[in-house]
């Protein structure tokens, strides 16, 4: 269910994202039903949104990479380090707007 993102597209989100502060974090209980849940208020709050997994994380950052962007619905614009970068567009209002 991850949604695709062009080369470009991931290219102008990975800009946007470089300033920004993890949000959500994925600690020593692993994903949980709080985590995707925080994710998602973020997202739709936010558009764009890292997640920072900590060292006691019981999973692999990229799997929970891809595990939270499934279970969010949202698009993984980048995977760096013990972060990640997803995307979501606002059902209503974006304000984010891709390139073509």
Do not use: C, W
């Not at 080369?7 to 994903?31: F, N, Q, Y």
């Not at 949980?32 to 973020?42: H, L, M, Q, S, Y």
């Amino acid at each position: 269910m991850t949604t695709s993102l062009s080369g470009k597209a991931t290219r102008h989100l990975r800009a946007l994202g470089h300033d920004l502060s993890p949000v959500v974090s994925i600690g020593k209980e692993g994903i949980t039903d709080a985590v995707v849940a925080a994710a998602n208020a973020a997202l739709l709050t936010h558009e764009l949104v890292k997640v920072k997994v900590q060292p006691e994380a019981p999973v692999d950052r990229k799997e929970a990479a891809t595990e939270v962007a499934d279970r969010t619905g949202s698009a993984l614009a980048q995977v760096l380090g013990r972060t990640f970068l997803l995307y979501k567009k606002h059902p209503k209002k974006p304000k984010i707007v891709l390139p073509k």
